[in-house]
């Protein structure tokens, strides 16, 4: 038997005459992490799908365990040891952590009737495969996100696993439980298993994995050792071209700051918390989960009603009590989760883009022409280069990256004063990340007063021309100019 | 761990559900003298249950699988008149009802079978869907059969066992009261209903596509098939409802169900089923199914106006629809 326990050769498959896969070519070893690297819609999912049995490639072979395998159903590749843990989970919120668990190999068993003590020692067995404890009578539903993968891998591990496959598990994750999840990945590694980790996150390839295998636009662009590549080459076969961390410099401050905020305070959020924003200035807000910073920034908003403290904008002072009254002042928010919170994804791009300038798009009798909703959305498709071809298709199809520029371009296509961007490139992959950075420094040296809120610190360092560090509801610390890094801003949290 | 298993169970709804059923019983023997507790008025509601029971049990397990179904007023509907024309038509005036019976669930199958082939080979919305069979089914009784009222011509075996009763019990005040056979079918619904939910991989199948339809595809059920049957066995547990509907009320009236839905499925909503599928006990629908049958019986006891009855539906729909909305919340969160 080759070292290599799944080997794909020359795979193509293509929907309606449109090739998605162009000669794919990678090996997996046992006992080895081997990481899916690559932008969104490059194909990664559908190279998953082949491997799992759900699509059947066009041409190309795909050997597992020096077997050449020519179709497989989906239930032929768990039966051969191929797992597939989906982003989503695939769990079942409304059953117990023990039903999820054994839900599945009843299934498979063809059983008819439920056995509850089978099911118990069938979730004690999986539980057990990783030294992992839980509740078994609770509801999934109430776990949480790191706490649902466990029981994900778990189930996973019931059908002797030889290959996992991982979707983008760390999307909804905080730093401490990728951690926690990183060490599950080594245990199950070190026990022969091998792992297929799909991400777009540099940090996290670098960190576990052993192989690396780089797609872009349905081809593979590198397949080897994770060590023989630099980030830089890293990212540059992900998106096809140089990129270079443009630091950004503010070039017109102005002398008077546009929003001063003193001593402000939320019960239990955060404190006596007060700093000035300038126009033309990005300033950053850091600090770890919990530490206040996003409730802060929910305050400017008016969804947050702080007790004490002053906000004053523009020399007046101000209380901001509804989203609706931060409009007025000119203060547009984009919230962390847009997929929820800032997007409708089943309307057209051009409805989500003129979403809250439609006053200013109405005649007279309040009455709106789509020519001039399609004219003005377009506008900003050519100014953010959202890809796209057409601005009436619905929010859903856009990638992540897109999807941000849309969010971004429904705020700036009202006259702005302050705009608070709260984790503006979470879940973008690394190219949408870049144009999106660009834009902000474009917007801040047209005389805009942008605050990011974020957590990613080499997103701070790079973006900001001042950075504040929020500690457990408190500003612990302020830098500007050079004084901003990554060392300086941790020294400060830890 | 005793800690956490009672804190599991104040969480459920059917808990609360009960507890509310019990207070609302004491405040109601207490505000009508003592009256709801007598033993004629525990048979007169036990067995006002039995129909809208029966019919909850139908509407619970299609909402554990995340549906919603419109139409299985009007499956009963046709099903029984349709059964008891037939059997008048044919002159079995002496004939036991079991021939009827048979015939109803039979067509109710055939009716379901529509239903279950429309939901599960075009992945449509349950309610639209049963929205437009449940019109078409009293369209076909009403126009294309042209079924008429039944009442003095019902066959002789119906009027029996309809009559036919396991127990009698008196008042203090005389008052006779006595107990229908067709509690049984009822309590043997109530069981099988449970025992399918809970002890079959196919109730555990309705309570996974609930949860999650895309997640019980990958994890190997055949959705389409299980939603096909689970239609399939409402259709059919419909049409047999519908005949005990019949041998009760001694008549057979093609329209006389017509918008019980209405009623029906707010209580199981209230039992603790959620309108976004997956959650819903056997208990909590019985409770709940207990809470509305006793107030609106009881309502003339305490000396309320019967018309307050819509009122009292109104905020139990209200009540249930919030109350699942918010569990739905929590739970996504």
């Given amino acids: ?26 090996k997996v070893r046992s006992g080895k992490v081997m990481c899916l690297a690559g932008e969104n819609g490059c194909g990664k999912s559908t190279l998953v799908k082949i491997i799992s049995g759900v699509y059947s490639k066009d041409e190309g072979e795909v050997v597992f365990e020096g077997k050449p395998i020519a179709k497989i159903t989906p239930a032929e590749a768990t039966k051969l040891g191929i797992q597939v843990i989906y982003q989503d989970l695939s769990i079942f919120p409304n059953l117990t952590v023990m039903e999820n668990l054994a839900i599945n190999s009843e299934i498979t068993a063809g059983k008819k009737l439920v056995n509850r003590r089978q099911w118990e020692a069938t979730a004690k067995e999986a539980l057990s495969k990783i030294g992992y404890h839980i509740d078994l009578h609770a509801k999934m539903g109430e776990l949480s996100v790191a706490d649902k993968q466990l029981v994900a891998i778990c189930r996973a591990l019931l059908f002797d696993a030889k290959l996992i496959i991982m979707d983008e ?11 926690a999840l990183f060490k599950t990945v080594c245990q199950l590694r070190d026990s022969g298993i091998a792992i297929m980790f799909i991400s777009h ?34 990212t ?80 007046k002072q101000v209380k901001i009590t509804s989203p609706i009254m931060a409009q007025k002042l000119k203060i547009g928010y984009v919230p962390e989760d847009r997929l929820t919170e800032g997007l409708c994804l089943q309307q057209s791009i051009a409805d989500n883009i003129t979403l809250s300038s439609l006053k200013r798009l109405s005649n007279s009798f309040g009455l709106l022409k789509h020519q001039d909703i399609i004219d003005d959305a377009s506008i900003w498709k050519e100014k953010f280069s959202i890809a796209t071809n057409d601005v009436n298709k619905f929010a859903s199809t856009l990638s992540g990256g897109n999807q941000q520029k849309i969010v971004l371009s429904k705020w700036l296509s009202n006259d702005l004063d302050v705009l608070i961007l709260n984790g503006p490139t979470v879940g973008v992959d690394v190219g949408a990340k870049q144009d999106i950075h660009a834009l902000v420094h474009q917007l801040a040296n047209d005389g805009l007063a942008v605050i990011i809120i ?21 500003i612990v610390g302020e830098m500007t100019g050079d004084k901003i890094s990554e060392d300086n801003i941790l020294e400060i949290i830890r | 761990m005793n800690n956490a298993m009672i804190k599991r169970t104040t969480k ?7 507890l509310v059923l019990i207070i609302m019983c004491v405040a109601i023997q207490i505000a009508s003298g003592g009256q709801l507790l007598e033993s004629s008025t525990v048979v007169t509601i036990l067995r006002s249950m039995v129909v809208d029971g029966m019919f909850a049990m139908v509407c619970l397990i299609v909402m554990v699988s995340g549906g919603f179904d419109l139409s299985f007023p009007a499956v009963a509907a046709l099903a029984y008149s349709l059964s008891t024309t037939i059997c008048v038509n044919m002159g079995w005036s002496e004939t036991n009802a079991w021939a009827g019976f048979i015939m109803a669930i039979v067509i109710g199958a055939v009716l379901g079978m529509l239903n279950g082939w429309i939901i599960s080979n075009f992945k449509l919305n349950t309610m639209i869907v049963t929205l437009a069979t449940q019109t078409l089914f009293i369209g076909i009784s009403m126009g294309l059969l042209e079924l008429k009222e039944i009442t003095s011509k019902l066959p002789l075996g119906f009027r029996t066992f309809g009559e036919s009763y396991l127990f009698e019990v008196k008042s203090s005040a005389g008052l006779r009261s006595t107990m229908t056979t067709m509690f049984i079918p009822f309590v043997i619904i109530c069981i099988i209903t449970s025992l399918v939910l809970n002890r079959t991989m196919f109730g555990r199948a309705l309570y996974a596509i609930g949860g999650n339809e895309t997640s019980a595809e990958r994890a190997g059920y055949n959705v389409k098939r299980v939603k096909f049957w689970l239609y399939v066995a409402v259709g059919a547990t419909c049409g047999f409802i519908g005949m005990v509907r019949v041998c009760m009320a001694r008549q057979s009236i093609p329209k006389a169900l017509v918008g019980q839905e ?18 819903g006990t056997v208990f909590g629908t019985i409770c709940a199914v207990g809470i509305i049958t006793v107030v609106s019986n009881s309502m003339l006891l305490i000396g309320i106006d019967s018309y307050w009855q819509d009122f009292f539906n109104g905020i139990v729909i209200l009540v249930g629809v919030t109350v699942s909305a918010i569990q739905a919340k929590r739970r996504n969160k």
Avoid: Q
């Fill in chain 1, 169 to 179: 598990p760390t999307t909804a994750l905080t730093k401490k439980e990728v951690d």
């Fill in chain 1, 201 to 234: 996150k540099t940090e996290e390839i670098f960190e576990i994995s052993d192989d690396v295998c780089i797609m872009r636009n349905g081809k593979n662009v590198y397949a080897g050792p994770t060590s023989e590549l630099t980030p830089k080459d890293f």
């Fill in chain 1, 236 to 315: 540059y076969y992900m998106t096809g071209r140089e990129l270079t961390d443009d630091h950004f410099v503010a070039k017109n401050i102005s002398k008077e700051p546009v929003l001063k905020v003193e001593h402000l305070s939320l019960k239990n959020k955060f404190e006596d918390v007060s700093f000035e924003l300038r126009k033309g200035e990005i300033l950053g807000i850091t600090g770890l989960l919990g530490s206040g910073r996003t409730e802060l920034a929910l305050s400017l908003f008016g969804l947050e009603r702080p007790k004490k403290g002053t906000i004053t904008l523009n020399g």
């Fill in chain 2, 262 to 279: 209405m009623t029906i499925i707010p209580a199981v909503i209230l039992g603790g089923a959620s309108i976004f599928g997956g959650e």
């Fill in chain 1, 1 to 26: 038997m080759s070292e290599y326990l799944l080997e794909m050769t020359e795979i193509c498959k293509s929907f309606a005459g449109v090739p998605a896969l162009e000669h794919v070519n990678f």
């Fill in chain 1, 454 to 474: 974020s957590d990613d610190l080499s997103e701070v360092v790079i973006n900001c021309s001042r950075v504040v560090v929020m500690k457990e509801g408190k």
């Fill in chain 2, 12 to 18: 459920r709804t059917e808990y609360w559900i009960f």
